[in-house]
Structures are given as C-alpha cells and as structure tokens.
C-alpha cells in the first residue's frame, strides 16, 4: 500500500499522454458545452480552443476564470467605446448649437 510496494515507473503507472488526453477532452467538452449555451462566440471558442490545446489552463477551473476575465474585458471594452460615442455625439451637438447661436447674433446684429 506504501510507496515500497509500488512496481512500474510513474509514466508506466499512469501515462502522461493519458492524463493529457483527459484534460483536453474536459476542456474541449466544456468548451463545447459553453459554445452550445452561447455563452461564448465562435470566436471566443476558436481563442480558448488553441490555448487550451497549447497547454495554457492546467485544469477545468482555470478555464473558466479566463473565459469569465475574458468576457469581462470585453464588456468593459465595449462600455468604455459607448461612453466615447456619447461624449463625441454630446460634443457635436454643442457644437453644432454654439454655431446656432453665433449665426443667430450676427443676423440679429448683437440686439
């Protein structure tokens, strides 16, 4: 029961390739799982997909924590981008009434 009585190297024990093999299949089904629910876009598929193939997420748990910091730029990214469009629309509307309001006072010859 000890380590004494243990016959066979570790890799003859249990192969690394087979321990390999695991861990891709639960990553790539949950991958799958979460393509299928929509919670992840082709594109975000195809992205975890190649790093998981390249040996970037030791286990299921890491995965996720990459796909939810992931998702999570992204819909910071994305807000930041609205809040840039408001300001550039609030912007030309002030700009477009200053210049209203300058036209105004010429015709009206500052009365």
Do not use: C, P
């Amino acid at each position: 029961t000890g380590i004494g009585k243990r016959r066979g190297t570790k890799e003859a024990r249990l192969s690394s390739k087979v321990i390999w093999m695991r861990r891709q299949r639960v990553l790539r089904r949950l991958l799958r799982k979460y393509r299928q629910q929509n919670k992840i876009d082709k594109h975000l598929y195809h992205f975890f997909y190649r790093h998981a193939k390249g040996n970037a997420y030791k286990n299921k748990r890491v995965l996720i924590e990459a796909i939810h910091k992931m998702k999570s730029e992204q819909l910071k990214a994305k807000a930041l981008l609205e809040q840039q469009e408001a300001r550039k629309d609030k912007a030309k509307v002030q700009k477009t009434k200053k210049a209203q309001k300058k036209e105004d006072v010429l015709k009206n010859g500052g009365k």
